[in-house]
C-alpha cells in the first residue's frame, strides 16, 4: 500500500507558521506518512478537491487580515460560488498563530475553520489557538493539539506492521546535499547575481532592487536614549513606484564577526563553494541562493545565526550530539516537558542561534554541513513604513529606522538584526546597496480632495503620516490634522522644521504631546480626549479618517478609548453606541490602524 499523503498548507508572515509546517512534515516523516509542505499562495488551490488530508497553518496579522503569502487563495476560498460539497472527501484540521493583545485573536484561523465546514470539509479537531502572549508562546497550545492531532490521523492511517514511530532523538535524513567544489568557481555567480542590471520590474523577494544608500542620519539628540536614524535611497531605474501607507522590505545581512565566529564554531571554510541538491523530488532550493554558492554568502546572507531559535533547532541538534551530556541536556530543552526550562534559556533573555552552538561546542562541531538548512531558518525581510512621497521627492525613498538595542539578563546587549545593519553602513565612506522591494501596507488614504484625515503617530509611528501629508499637499488636498508625540521637543521631535513649515503655509495642523516635559506624562490620547469637540466634529459633521501607527502594545487600546469617550462625551452617545460608533468606522475604513509589536 503507498504511503498516504498529507498536505500541509502555510500562511506565514514572520516565518512561526512555515516552521511550525516544517514541524508537521517531520512529525509525520517520524509516522512514516508521506508529507508535502508548502505555502498557501504556491499551491493550485484548485487540487484542494482531491485532497484527502490537509492541516492548515495559519497566522493572522495586522488588524485580523490573512499573511501576504495566502491573499490569493484566501479570495478564491471565499468566492460565494463554490458549492456547498466541493470539499467534502477532505479531512482537515487548522491551527492558528496570533497574539492574544490584538482585538482579532486568531482571526483567520477562526473564519477559515469555519469556511472549510461550509464547503463540506470534515474537521478532525477544533481549530487550534496558538498565542505569542502565553509564558510559553504558541506551543503551550500547540504541543497537546498536535498530540490529539496525531491519534487522529494514525486512526485513518495506521503504520505499516513492524514499523514504529521514529524517536526524536534519531535524525531525519537532510533535506538537501551540499556537494563542495574542489576549486572555486570563476567570477562567483553570486557576485554577478549581485551586480546585474536593473531586475524585471517590480522588485520583488526574490528579485530585489540594489538601491544605493544616499544618506544614513540621527535625528534623535545626542543624550537621548535611542538611536533613529532617516535613511534615503536613491531608487532611480527600479521600477518601484509607491503611494503613502505602503512599506518597504529590507534583506538585511548578519555581522562579519558574527559570519566568522559561526563558521569557526562549525569547522567551515567561508571560502569554499558548494551547489545545493534537494534530496526528495518534492523539495526545491531555495531562489534566493545562488548556484554555485559559498559558505561567506550562505551564512552571511542566508542563515539567521542571529535569530533566537525555536524548539525544533534544538531537537535537531538533539539527534546530531555526538557529547552524551550535550545530547542529554537538548532532548530536555526540545521535550515538552523542558518547554519551561527552554523559554528560561532561550527566548525570555533572546539567547541567538549562534550562542546556543557556542554553548554546546562538541555538537557544533559535529553539525554535518548537509544539515545547515534544516537547522537554521532563512533571514525574513524586514518591513518599514515608508516615511517620503515620490511627489515630493522623485526617485527617492526614505525610511524612519529606531536602531533595536536592549539589554537582558545576558552580557551582550541584544541588537535588532536589520535595524543595526542600516545604522551600521556609512554611504560617506563608500557606495552602500541595500536589497529592497515595496508592498501595500495596511494604510490607504481617500482620494477625495475635501475629505478631512486625523492621524495619530506617535514616535517612529509619525513616518507613514509624514509620507501621507507630503502626498496630500502636493495633491492639493487639506485637512491634513497630526497628532504627534515624543518625550522631549529638543530630543526626538521628528521632522520639527518641516511641521512648522506646514502649519504657516496652513497645509497641516499639528497637535504635540511631550511625555516627559512636565510632572505628569502626557500621551496623544490625552491631547485627543482635551481636543475632543475637533475630532468629533471632523468624524460626525466632515468625514474624516481617523488613522493610527505606532506600538501595539498599549497605545493603540489607550486611543481607542479615548475616541469612545469623546463619543459619548461630545455625540452623547451611550457606552454600547460608541463602541458601535467605533466600529462602524473601522468595517467602513474610516479608522485604520498600522501597529506593530
Not at 484625515?453 to 492639493?476: D, L, S, W
Request: charged share 20%; glycine share 6%; with cysteine.
Amino acid at each position: 500500500m503507498p504511503s498516504p499523503r498529507l498536505l500541509v498548507l502555510f500562511g506565514s508572515q514572520t516565518g512561526t507558521a512555515q516552521d511550525v509546517s516544517e514541524r508537521l512534515g517531520r512529525e509525520a516523516r517520524r509516522r512514516r506518512l508521506g508529507c508535502r509542505v508548502q505555502a498557501l499562495d504556491s499551491y493550485p488551490v484548485v487540487n484542494l478537491i482531491n485532497e484527502p488530508l490537509v492541516i492548515f497553518v495559519c497566522a493572522t496579522t495586522g488588524q485580523g487580515d490573512p499573511p501576504d503569502n495566502m491573499k490569493n487563495f484566501w479570495r478564491f476560498i471565499f468566492r460565494k460560488n463554490l458549492p456547498s460539497t466541493a470539499l467534502c472527501q477532505m479531512d482537515f484540521a487548522v491551527l492558528g498563530l496570533g497574539d492574544s493583545s490584538y482585538a482579532k485573536f486568531n482571526f483567520v484561523a477562526k473564519k477559515l475553520h469555519r469556511r472549510l465546514l461550509q464547503l463540506g470539509g470534515t474537521a478532525l479537531l477544533p481549530v487550534c489557538l496558538g498565542d505569542d502572549q502565553h509564558e510559553l508562546g504558541p506551543d503551550a497550545a500547540i504541543d497537546p493539539w498536535l498530540h490529539n492531532l496525531w491519534e487522529k490521523v494514525l486512526e485513518l492511517y495506521p503504520m505499516p506492521p513492524g514499523l514504529d514511530v521514529i524517536p526524536p532523538g534519531v535524525p531525519l535524513p537532510p533535506k538537501f546535499t551540499l556537494e563542495f567544489l574542489q576549486e572555486a568557481p570563476g567570477p562567483c555567480s553570486e557576485e554577478q547575481r549581485a551586480a546585474r542590471p536593473t531586475p524585471p520590474s517590480p522588485p520583488s523577494e526574490l528579485q530585489p532592487f540594489l538601491a544605493r544608500m544616499v544618506t544614513n542620519q540621527r535625528v534623535t539628540g545626542p543624550s537621548h536614549f535611542q538611536d533613529v536614524r532617516l535613511i534615503e535611497f536613491d531608487i532611480a531605474g527600479s521600477g518601484i513606484s509607491f503611494v503613502a501607507g505602503d512599506v518597504v522590505l529590507i534583506q538585511p545581512e548578519n555581522a562579519a564577526s558574527h559570519v566568522q565566529q559561526f563558521c569557526q564554531v562549525l569547522g567551515l571554510d567561508p571560502e569554499q563553494s558548494f551547489t545545493l541538491r534537494p534530496r526528495e523530488p518534492d523539495v526545491t532550493c531555495p531562489e534566493r541562493l545562488p548556484q554555485p554558492c559559498s559558505v561567506r554568502h550562505l551564512v552571511a546572507r542566508y542563515l539567521d545565526i542571529a535569530g533566537v531559535p525555536r524548539r525544533s533547532f534544538f531537537e535537531l541538534l538533539a539527534g546530531l550530539s555526538p557529547s552524551e551530556l550535550e545530547r542529554d541536556k537538548l532532548l530536555e530543552l526540545s521535550s515538552a516537558a523542558g518547554q519551561e526550562e527552554l523559554a528560561e534559556y532561550c527566548s525570555r533573555p533572546r539567547r541567538t542561534a549562534l550562542e546556543v552552538l557556542c554553548d554546546f561546542p562538541h555538537t557544533a562541531a559535529a553539525v554535518p554541513p548537509d544539515y545547515l538548512l534544516d537547522l537554521v531558518p532563512a533571514i525574513r525581510p524586514r518591513a518599514f513604513s515608508i516615511a517620503s512621497s515620490l511627489l515630493a521627492h522623485p526617485s527617492r525613498l526614505q525610511i524612519l529606522v529606531a536602531v533595536v538595542q536592549y539589554q537582558t539578563r545576558l552580557r551582550e546587549p541584544r541588537r535588532g538584526l536589520c535595524s543595526s545593519w542600516l545604522a551600521s553602513l556609512d554611504p560617506v565612506q563608500g557606495p552602500v546597496q541595500v536589497p529592497l522591494w515595496v508592498r501595500p501596507g495596511g494604510l490607504s488614504f481617500p482620494e477625495t480632495p475635501d475629505t478631512p484625515v486625523i492621524m495619530v503617530g506617535p514616535g517612529t509611528g509619525v513616518a507613514p503620516f509624514r509620507a501621507a501629508v507630503q502626498e496630500r499637499v502636493a495633491q492639493g488636498q487639506t485637512g491634513n490634522v497630526l497628532f504627534f508625540g515624543c518625550r522631549r521637543r529638543d530630543q526626538d521631535f521628528y521632522w520639527e522644521a518641516e511641521w512648522k513649515e506646514l502649519e504657516q503655509r496652513g497645509c497641516l495642523t499639528l497637535f504635540t504631546a511631550f511625555s516627559r516635559e512636565q510632572e505628569h506624562k502626557v500621551y496623544v490620547q490625552h491631547r485627543l480626549r482635551h481636543l475632543g469637540p475637533l475630532v468629533w466634529e471632523l468624524l460626525h459633521l466632515r468625514g474624516a479618517y481617523f488613522y493610527l501607527a505606532g506600538n501595539a502594545k498599549y497605545m493603540p487600546a489607550d486611543v481607542s478609548e479615548a475616541l469612545t469617550s469623546i463619543f459619548q462625551e461630545e455625540g452623547g452617545l451611550s457606552g454600547p453606541d460608541a463602541a458601535a460608533y467605533l466600529a462602524g468606522l473601522q468595517r467602513t475604513l474610516r479608522f485604520q490602524t498600522e501597529t506593530w509589536a
